[in-house]
């Protein structure tokens, strides 16, 4: 189904400015080689299965016309490059008078893709349709016997031919000729409308979806009173008519007596309206219903022998009836449907109305397109788990790294806060040192002020007591001035290395402060 969704994506994309809806399978085939295969895929209509399609958009475009666009951001960039190109006005005519120039219309597209798929389909079917018939006759004077064994598959290929059924809201029909078999015109319900789909292969409508199906006169659950509403709404149908109604009266659960009503108005209908004699009218017996049992259902099988009983009687000749009366052709589909005993001979019969095989074929359809959405959104809900397990895995390795930084800061500040320490005490040390030093200077200057009071006991000459003392003094005031010198450098050092040390530990206080402002750390964390 995805490769057949791309396919018809691409159909469309590449033409610029879309591709009409009658088109689109016309367009498919081109590059497939095929149609559209949309009941392979469980459809019963092509637009059934594009209405599954995302991004499939239907607009109008300046001629009216229905137009297939596709809007999907992933192909969004191709559709543009398409759109953009250039076009080559040398081989077409005026953009101007372009606008002018006769287009087809949908119903003319409709009849030209018919006559195509007729055209090409009705030869095989007509040599297939001559070997099963062969066949069927005598299977062993035929030397294909082994290819129709073969060939079963395309048998049954043939008998379920694609159906294109459309949509038309405001369809009004005035005169209604078709479908037509040998000559006459069918008015039928179901057991008809099926004869023009697989045999007459006449073109399908609805009024809008779920509806009924209609091909002329044949509509799906069409009762008698309701073929006779529609013939008073129009003006002419063909000279000749065969009618097959009342299955779905059965159905309904009329008795015989309503349905005789029913017909005998049909059929004055035909004869004042229309003007059609009795022999102009054929009117066929209601073959049997497989889904009506004679045990479980004794009221409708009642009035289904009933109804075909009165249906016979109109055959009967003028002998057994008025003078004035005309008897009516008859084609008893019961008898023709049944053996010589009336058992059902289920080989020749359709099992399943129409009705109920569009009900199946809904359900089937609906339960195809919940399958696809329920997949799309269990994709898209897988993707979302992927993403929140993507973004969760990334939370969690951003966790795993702050806490690894937080670990490091830690370190770190614990090593800064080993590193004051240790400066704390050299800062100490160096105090002690220095308040020793002041005190070592302070004894030896006691020492010298007790050695001078003692030499001044003794009496030296003048002279020499002066040049002693001059001498001595100036050793003193060198040593002092070595001593003041060497404090004062000391002291000049120490408070250098305080300065310093004190520098270093306001920077490592505002580093730390940093680290700690910078990873969110309180006090209360150290």
């Known amino acids: 189904m995805e490769e057949t969704i791309a396919l018809i994506k691409s159909c469309i994309i590449s033409k610029k400015g879309g591709v009409p809806i009658g088109d689109l399978n016309d367009e498919f085939q081109n590059l497939v080689g095929e149609p559209i295969p949309y009941r392979r895929l469980g459809f019963s209509s092509l637009r059934a299965f594009l209405r599954i399609i995302d991004g499939l958009e239907t607009k109008r475009n300046e001629f009216g016309e229905q137009i297939l666009k596709i809007n999907d951001s992933k192909i969004a960039h191709i559709d543009r490059l398409i759109r953009y190109q250039k076009v080559d006005y040398s081989k077409t005519k005026n953009k101007y008078y372009k606008q002018f120039a006769h287009r087809k219309n949908n119903s003319e597209y409709n009849d030209d893709r018919r006559q195509r798929n007729r055209a090409t389909h009705n030869i095989n079917r007509a040599n297939k349709r001559i070997e099963d018939l062969d066949y069927r006759r005598d ?272 370190r770190d500040l614990k090593h800064e806060k080993e590193e004051i320490r240790k400066l704390k005490k050299q800062a100490q040390s160096k105090d002690i040192q220095h308040e020793h030093e002041i005190r070592r200077i302070m004894r030896n200057s006691e020492k010298l002020q007790e050695q001078l009071q003692k030499s001044l006991g003794t009496f030296v000459s003048k002279d020499k007591v002066l040049q002693m003392m001059q001498t001595d003094h100036e050793k003193e005031l060198t040593s002092y001035k070595q001593t003041i010198c060497r404090l004062e450098e000391n002291n000049r050092q120490m408070l250098e290395e305080i300065n310093n040390l004190k520098q270093i530990l306001e920077l490592h206080k505002n580093a730390i402060d940093l680290q700690v402002e910078a990873s969110g750390w309180t006090s209360t964390n150290i």
């Open 139 to 410: 299977p062993y004077l035929s030397k294909t016997h082994g290819f129709h064994e073969n060939n079963s598959f395309s048998y049954e290929e043939e008998n379920h031919c694609p159906v294109v059924i459309e949509l038309n809201e405001t369809k009004e029909i005035t005169s209604i000729h078709e479908p037509t078999a040998s000559g006459q015109q069918l008015l039928g319900d179901d057991f008809f409308l099926q004869l023009a789909i697989r045999n007459l292969h006449l073109p399908i409508w609805r009024y809008k979806d779920n509806l009924a199906l209609h091909c002329g006169l044949c509509i799906s659950g069409q009762t008698i009173s309701d073929c006779t509403r529609s013939l008073r709404n129009i003006s002419t149908i063909s000279n000749r008519v065969v009618i097959l109604l009342g299955s779905v009266d059965v159905y309904n659960g009329a008795t015989c007596e309503e349905m005789i009503y029913d017909m005998t108005e049909l059929l004055q209908v035909l004869r004042s309206k229309f003007h059609l004699s009795n022999s102009a009218i054929t009117i066929c017996t209601i073959p049997p219903l497989a889904n009506l049992s004679i045990y479980a259902y004794k009221k409708q099988s009642l009035a289904l022998f009933c109804f075909n009983n009165w249906i016979r009687s109109l055959a009967d000749d003028a002998s057994r009836r008025d003078a004035s009366f005309e008897s009516y052709p008859i084609i008893d589909l019961f008898e023709s449907f049944c053996n010589e005993t009336y058992v059902t001979e289920y080989d020749w019969f359709q099992t399943s109305l129409m009705r109920l095989h569009d009900n199946s074929a809904e359900s089937n359809h609906r339960i195809v397109n919940d399958n696809f959405n329920l997949k799309n959104h269990v994709k898209r809900l897988k993707e979302d788990v992927q993403k929140k397990e993507q973004a969760l895995c990334e939370a969690q390795e951003r966790e795993r790294r702050l806490k690894v930084q937080c670990e490091s800061v830690s």
